[in-house]
């Protein structure tokens, strides 16, 4: 078996709408080795291996059903079992997953293997290992024979396959990158309250929220949490000296800086005393119980590792607790005790160290609930001060401390005792939080019974803990786990508080660029700041931050994590659904504007209908409206999709059955309605009749005569409409939008300042292409028209001729031309093609020029341009090819060679003008092109 692709879906996509990862896999010779043919003992291992996969339910739904589907008849396909041990080994891992979908694909023997994933590196390297895993268990002579077929898988050594270190290193490498308890707890709590959240890092920062209305946590050191409070608990001699002012219970204290500082504030103090670090945490350097100089200068050299200043302070007797408290109430209490072990009269301390570290909720570090018991000085200095040693053998249920401190993270454990607090106790811990700041606070004091009040049998605050873990509250060893991270949640947004910004999602095959770009100049004006995704860039209140194609997850994110950022209307493209989904799980307002013929052929998208499934993400993750073009069959089938509470229909049809019944139902719909002045978008909603505009009145319709621009106000109106906006919001938008260069680049650019008419667009699929060939045909030029032609180089053949076949006849003279990426193509392959259609189409050879070159090609055509004709540029190079059209001089007397040399020397220092909304340029002097590439 061999991986011929592997897909990371970050989001909603195809196969689900959570993140996930596709394989496709070839099978090779297993394609005639379903797992009934292997026999009972490749099962039997298979579940040894993996013992969990017993409890998998497949397509039965319940335990058992996969182990049934691999033993009944002929069993199943490797394809399907590489997908339930991929999902099996995650959760050995510690994951929690539980999806699985393997389907066969067009070609035999190939299969396309989707499985869930918690973190993406993760599950790739689970299915490496389930590969590997699979082709270990298959007999003799297969085995060799596969493993001869399958090249090496990338991370493979070489030598014997040894499962159990393959999974033990799998486990090892989720650890490293999976969140710790506490965060974990923190990021549950958020997705219970249907909070998003974005890791920001490899670590455990984490964003909360979307746009403006985020927070943001590391650990549990919140966005809210003062800086200056976060550096009084780090000084532990501050913190000690603050809360005695306060009269609240705590040791005496003196800083050293020597071992004879500390040997005389021991002595000053009196025996016994503790020592430790300034302002280290965790229980690092920390010495308790020292009764001679002697230890108290060991204890010092080794705090002195943790901090350069040393605390040396009284010793308080009995048991640690961490008093958690959260916005100022005090929500969980635990005992800690130290790191030990219990003796069985048979095993020495070392091997019951051993022992104890095979409880599986013992890990390293942070990485599980309880942390693993280590030796090292401190636990070699308790062994010693009982005079025991690693091979003492303890005896029956003696304990045998490890650990002076109760700290979870050097192998204590915890017991829940929230129900017992005193109430001077709870108030103690309440005071001090706040004497230091802390909206997040641990409270670390020592009493002999938590129970009983401190005023009465005494006891001392130790340490205030900023960034407090949460482990030993949510897991602890013993007692009632507490919510801790569910109070922080409602600290951060308190209830009826924001936490998402409106996102709208806007598909199609065209005129989603303009669509997106009306819509967010609509929330411009009305005073939003705007977080805008397309396919020249990223906008932020429109000024454009990032260059390029971004109509993907990674620009979704971009905009998601701008904390200016109050309404984002994301453009999201067919090419970026397919590499890895949408960039978040749930949008608003979710559009699809039209399906039609483009990027068929590409990426095994082949059909209309194929298209139209994956454009169809955005109305199947859509929570409040999805707005559909009840004009397009393959949008309208769409509703049977959506879990929306609302479905708008945009049609230019009045007469529309369906939507006729939908607004007598009660239905939204944005309907183009005809009048005696003309045309008029109308909206219905709840039964009543809301005109909005004509048509004539908005700028980008060019009076009306750009129908496909009608059509995008429309969408427009219906999506604003659906995100709060009033009807009159939507008419000053569609009253001050429109389709300048500056505001839509590349999007029916009409420039007037020469004798003759120029229209530039970007169109480059047969839909776009028949709608500018209709506008051309509407503004009944008085003179000629000209067409600059040219198609992208990786769409099929027939969509090439069919874009020539629609210009074909409709006008004077045709320049035919080449992108400047040719994407697969000869030089001169897509002007030959398109010159041989308008050929068959009945346009004169005489006619046609047929010039590759794109700047060539536009200066021919406007070279061939007189008073009163209309020329109309096909663009690829949308900015370089509007400089050229702006800063055009007749110069007949020059060859054409000369010219284009001219051409590509000038640097044409026109400022570039970004859509800014709201009358706004925002220049960019650097004149550099806007990026394209084949994602539409």
């Excluded at 505009?693 to 995008?712: D, I, K, S, Y």
């Excluded at 600059?788 to 020539?804: F, S, T, Y």
Aim: one cysteine or more; aromatic letters at 6%.
């Amino acid at each position: 078996m061999k991986v011929l692709q592997t897909q990371v879906f970050v989001g909603p996509s195809l196969y689900a709408h959570f993140p996930v990862i596709r394989l496709t896999l070839d099978l090779g010779l297993l394609e005639e080795w379903p797992s009934g043919k292997l026999g009972p003992a490749f099962t039997d291992a298979l579940l040894e291996a993996l013992p969990g996969l017993r409890e998998h339910g497949c397509s039965y739904g319940e335990p058992g059903g996969f182990v049934r589907r691999l033993t009944e008849g002929e069993g199943t396909w490797m394809g399907h079992v590489l997908e339930h041990v991929a999902i099996e080994l995650q959760n050995v891992a510690g994951a929690r997953v539980s999806f699985g979908k393997t389907r066969e694909t067009d070609e035999p023997g190939v299969y396309s293997v989707v499985y869930e994933y918690d973190e993406a590196e993760v599950g790739q390297e689970a299915g490496r290992v389930a590969l590997n895993l699979l082709h270990h268990l298959l007999p003799e002579p297969l085995r060799t024979r596969v493993l001869a077929d399958s090249p090496p898988v990338e991370g493979d050594e070489e030598g014997p396959f040894d499962f159990a270190e393959e999974r033990d290193a799998l486990i090892r490498y989720a650890e490293r990158r999976a969140l710790g308890p506490s965060t974990g707890s923190l990021v549950r709590a958020a997705e219970e309250r249907g909070i998003p959240w974005i890791r920001l890092n490899r670590r455990s920062l984490i964003q909360f929220g979307h746009g403006r209305w985020q927070r943001r946590i590391q650990a549990t050191v919140t966005s809210d949490t003062r800086h200056i409070a976060v550096e009084m608990a780090s000084d532990k001699e501050l913190t000690n000296r603050v809360l005695a002012d306060l009269g609240l219970p705590v040791p005496r204290q003196i800083t050293a800086f020597t071992e004879d500082e500390a040997a005389r504030a021991a002595r000053r103090l009196g025996f016994p005393v503790v020592v430790k670090p300034l302002d280290a945490n965790h229980g690092r350097g920390v010495a308790l119980d020292l009764t001679d100089e002697e230890s108290v200068r060991a204890a010092f050299r080794a705090a002195r590792e943790h901090s350069r200043t040393v605390i040396v302070e009284t010793y308080l007797t009995g048991f640690d607790h961490r008093m958690l408290v959260v916005n100022g109430e005090l929500i969980a209490v635990a005992k800690r005790v130290p790191g030990h072990v219990v003796g069985d009269g048979t095993h020495s301390v070392a091997e019951l160290v051993e022992i104890t570290n095979r409880d599986p909720r013992r890990g390293i570090g942070h990485e599980k609930v309880l942390t693993r018991l280590e030796f090292d000085a401190q636990a070699e200095r308790l062994l010693a001060d009982v005079g025991y040693h690693r091979d003492t053998v303890p005896a029956q249920g003696e304990v045998v401390y490890l650990r002076s401190t109760g700290n979870i993270s050097t192998g204590g454990t915890a017991i829940d005792v929230t129900d017992v607090v005193h109430p001077d106790n709870r108030e103690m811990a309440l005071r001090a939080v706040k004497a230091i700041g802390l909206d997040v606070g641990g409270v670390d004091f020592l009493t002999d019974d938590i129970g009983r009040s401190y005023r009465e049998i005494g006891g001392g605050i130790c340490e205030v803990n900023a960034a407090p873990g949460f482990r030993m509250h949510v897991a602890p060893s013993e007692g009632t786990p507490r919510d801790v991270a569910g109070p922080v949640m409602d600290m951060l947004f308190p209830a009826g508080t924001p936490r998402r910004i409106p996102i709208a999602a806007v598909t199609g095959t065209n005129g989603k660029t303009t669509t997106a770009r009306m819509l967010a100049h609509m929330f411009k004006m009305k005073g939003h700041h705007v977080g805008l995704t397309t396919t020249d860039g990223v906008y932020i209140d429109g000024v454009r931050t990032v260059e390029g194609d971004m109509t993907g997850p990674t620009a979704a994110r971009m905009v998601l994590r701008d904390p200016n950022v109050d309404v984002a209307v994301m453009e999201t493209a067919r090419g970026g659904l397919l590499r890895a989904g949408m960039g978040y799980r749930t949008c608003d307002v979710g559009a699809v504007l039209n399906v039609a013929s483009d990027h068929l052929g590409l990426k095994g998208i082949d059909t209309l209908e194929d298209l139209a499934n994956v454009k169809r993400i955005v109305v199947e993750v859509a929570t409040d409206t999805a707005v559909l073009n009840a004009d397009d069959p393959h949008c309208l089938r769409m509703a049977d999709h959506t879990t929306a509470r609302n479905i708008c229909y945009v049609t230019m049809n009045h007469g529309h059955p369906l939507v006729k019944e939908h607004i007598r139902a009660g239905g939204r719909a944005m309907v183009l309605e005809e009048g005696i002045n003309g045309h008029m978008i109308t909206l219905y909603d709840r039964g009543s009749h809301v005109p909005l505009l004509w048509t004539h009145l908005v700028p980008a319709t060019m009076e009306g005569r750009a129908l496909h621009n009608v059509q995008n106000a429309m969408f427009a109106a219906a999506m604003g409409f659906s995100m709060g906006l009033k009807p009159e919001d939507v008419r000053h938008g569609l009253r001050t939008f429109d389709t300048t260069f500056f505001q839509a680049p590349g999007r029916m650019n009409v420039y007037d300042e020469h004798p003759f008419k120029v229209i530039l667009d970007y169109g480059h699929n047969p839909a776009a292409v028949q709608a500018m060939v209709d506008l051309v045909q509407r503004l009944r030029p008085e003179g000629r028209r000209i067409v600059v032609l040219a198609a992208p180089g990786d769409r099929r053949d027939e969509d090439v001729r069919q874009i020539a076949s629609i210009v074909a006849g409709n006008f004077d003279r045709y320049v035919v031309r080449r992108d400047d990426g040719l994407r697969g193509r000869g030089p001169d392959e897509i002007p030959a093609m398109l010159r041989e259609s308008l050929l068959a189409g009945g346009v004169p050879d005489g006619a046609i020029d047929v010039i590759p070159d794109e700047q060539a090609a536009v200066d021919a055509a406007l070279r061939m341009a007189a008073p009163r004709d209309l020329l109309l540029v096909f663009a690829d190079a949308i900015t370089r090819t509007w400089k050229q059209v702006i800063n055009f001089q007749p110069d007949g007397a020059r060859p054409a060679e000369e010219r284009l040399e001219s051409l590509r020397a000038s640097p044409m220092n026109v400022p570039e003008m970004a859509f800014a909304g709201a009358g706004e340029l925002v220049r960019d002097e650097r004149g550099v092109r806007l990026s394209r590439d084949a994602e539409d």
